[in-house]
């Protein structure tokens, strides 16, 4: 089993920044790829950025130039740094972690994100 908790996620107004930090616990041996989704309130999950153990990353074209991914191996813990952030990233993010056996993703509680003037 993998524990995933998320935080950092708040109220900031339009073009701020934010970091969203997740540590990672439990069997971490058994997964590889770390990221980030946000699902906003009528709309479905959606992948945000991704990151694997070597430190390969994907980005969602919406957040492609604005946010950045990075992992540290040591601590076991993703961060999500979002800058400029708009209102329409308003959206409760999730922490997903990928099991390299068979894809399974182990997921977070979710930390709320808040962009309003």
């Known amino acids: 089993q993998v524990q995933l908790v998320e935080s950092g996620g708040g109220l900031v107004q339009p073009g701020t920044s934010l970091r969203l930090s997740c540590a990672a616990s439990?069997?971490?041996?058994?997964?590889?790829?770390l990221g980030w989704y946000r699902q906003a309130p009528g709309k479905e999950r959606e992948l945000v950025a991704t990151?694997?153990?070597?430190?390969?990353?994907n980005y969602a074209d919406s957040v492609q130039g604005r946010f950045t991914i990075s992992r540290d191996n040591a601590k076991n813990t993703v961060y999500l740094q979002m800058n400029n952030l708009r209102p329409e990233d308003t959206a409760v993010y999730y922490c997903?972690?990928?099991?390299?056996?068979?894809?399974?993703?182990?997921w977070g509680q979710g930390t709320q994100v808040t962009v309003s003037s």
């Open positions: 997903s972690a990928k099991r390299i056996a068979d894809g399974y993703r182990y």
């Open positions: 439990g069997s971490i041996g058994i997964i590889n790829v």
């Open positions: 990151i694997t153990r070597g430190g390969s990353s």
